[in-house]
């Protein structure tokens, strides 16, 4: 462990070691330094690692009760963990008065838990009646900073979006089966009209429904009423709760494509006012957490590996609808890893440490 | 060249030498046998190269005013070359009385042209004031026969669809440079955060606008006016014609997916009647051309790598709106390079064999 700072609120962050928490170590090192102890914890199987925090050699301990000793009112502890992870340990943080975030689906859907993206509904931090706040899904994290920022000028009305997701969103597991899955199909023999890459991938299609090289599959998370995937129904309800808008028509399929890191969407959104879509372009270029990349003539139009690794959501494509003058239609990208789940997560806890300042 | 057969029309192909004449050169070996000659035509640096139509050895002979010789009324010459070629070329053929089977750009805005898709307008095919058929765009050929059907019992009132576009699509060429960049990609030590795919491919990205490999594109074909795509306006365009429906709105976006073959969509249909999704799914079932394949819970969903090398239209993820009992959402794949070229125009072809039999 490192040795005590002076100033700042203390955080820990549960499930260090991850693939978010490894993303998590670097934007810690990159921003403005708000903490005093940081303290890693992770399961007892990765207990022991030390990682670089702030330049600093931090061992990793075990995730226990002891874990959270010394956390108490004003300090915060950041899940990165899988949502029983965290429906198990937030209480124990929350008893010690401590502050959680906690970036899995375990409170996502709690009205008495904020579901917060700060460039959209920071203000909602502020009301935790359990002493947790939420991030959302990295698939409505990397959309709802657009959204947002339209919404607030022209009024949503309707929403149809699909998504273009990366693997990585599964953890290591994830960017881990695409990259075997890709050594399989390239030493293969396919043409290009065969339809062999199940042959060469095989049965083991890691956490993915089917092979994702050279493939995309239209699945993820658990089958629900109606034929709709648990993703599904989870992107629509979050964007909802962060627009703050409960009744909003949202039409949503959930697509894997073979990107390591970096969630696309196309959006269809149809508002209240009509859009300009010159207009729009502005409000993107001005929206926080928003950057507008939209010449395709010059070759200028957001792609998942250029956003991966930056923070902003990456706009463009932006056009007005050329049958009704109320709608909008553009592709957006954000790195799934940062502002879908490390990123996001650090700047619900920036606000929160600001509280007590 | 072969011997002459005795009965049938005879045929021209046109482009034989390409990734979709080889295509068309297998389903002639698979469908019932037509035609009575069947000549191979390709550019002059191809000429001479030898091909096995039906089981026999057959030379490619070089695309000049010559290579027509013997063709008039009854016969057919199927086009599968670039715009320009099948501009230049067609009226030679047409001036002898045979009919042209085009599957390039060139007429498909032409409304003494018919658009057709066998299993949704054949009829179409009969009325061709200037002795030329056209065949759609691959994107619109994938989709188009599951909403011709629901569109038949519900009336189609408004489309957002999204593409996830295969490889092929752009010829040899576009298989070559994904396959290119994937082994660039392998090669090099691209993290999980990371987003130095661009640096990996370097500037030869080939026939696509930026890296494809762990990537995706969101443009295809030239800017237009208000931001679109020649692409996207040419799905919107093709899809009215040949649903009859001039003024339906259609929303769409297209966007390029390292898959080799296998074209992908999401549909949202809004219609002029309620909708029951189990029933859209027995008319799906149903529909020529479609294959429904909708369990998701027992990994059955349509995907590129299944639907490669298939003739059918591969339907699933069939739901009904959780807003608007009008709406219906659904992801279909269909392979780029036969019902999105060479087995659409053989189908028109046939039918046009069928008039002269």
Not at 97 to 103: E, F, L, R, T
Not at 116 to 130: C, K
Not at 312 to 333: H, K, M, N, Y
Request: proline content about 6%; hydrophobic content about 45%; some cysteine.
């Amino acid at each position: 462990m490192t040795a005590p700072r002076s100033s700042g609120p203390a955080l820990a962050v549960v499930g260090a070691t991850g693939a978010v928490g490894s993303v998590l170590l670097q934007i810690l090192s990159q921003r403005a330094d708000v903490w005093g102890d940081i303290r890693l914890i992770a399961s007892p199987r990765s207990a022991g690692r030390v990682l670089a925090v702030r330049g600093e050699e931090t061992e990793v301990i075990a995730l226990t009760e002891d874990a959270f000793d010394g956390f108490g009112k004003g300090d915060i502890v950041l899940f990165l963990t899988p949502a029983e992870v965290s429906a198990r340990w937030a209480p124990v943080v929350t008893a010690r008065g401590a502050v959680v975030v906690d970036q899995s689906a375990a409170f996502r859907e709690d009205p008495e838990v904020p579901l917060v993206v700060p460039e959209v509904n920071g203000h909602a931090v502020r009301i935790r009646p359990r002493g947790i706040v939420a991030g959302p899904d990295c698939v409505t994290a990397a959309m709802i900073a657009t959204l947002g920022a339209l919404h607030a000028e022209y009024g949503l009305a309707d929403l149809a979006v699909s998504s273009y997701q990366a693997a990585s969103a599964a953890g290591r597991a994830g960017s881990e089966a695409l990259r075997r899955q890709l050594s399989l199909v390239a030493g293969s023999t396919l043409g290009e009209q065969t339809g062999d890459v199940r042959r060469a991938v095989g049965e083991d299609t890691g956490p993915f429904a089917a092979p994702l090289a050279l493939n995309v599959v239209p699945w993820s998370g658990e089958l629900r009423e109606g034929g709709w995937s648990s993703h599904e129904l989870a992107v629509r309800a979050e964007t909802r709760r962060i627009l703050g808008l409960e009744s909003l028509p949202i039409a949503v399929t959930c697509v894997q494509v073979p990107v390591v890191t970096g969630h696309s969407l196309t959006v269809r959104a149809r508002f209240e006012r009509e859009v300009d879509a010159g207009h729009a372009r502005e409000i993107l270029e001005a929206a926080p957490g928003v950057v507008l990349v939209d010449d395709p003539e010059a070759g200028e139009f957001p792609t998942p590996a250029d956003a991966a690794g930056t923070d902003p959501a990456w706009v463009g494509r932006v056009r007005g609808s050329l049958d009704d003058s109320r709608s909008l239609e553009f592709f957006v990208c954000a790195d799934n890893l940062r502002k879908g789940a490390a990123l996001n997560a650090t700047q619900i806890s920036e606000l929160i440490a600001g509280e007590f300042a």
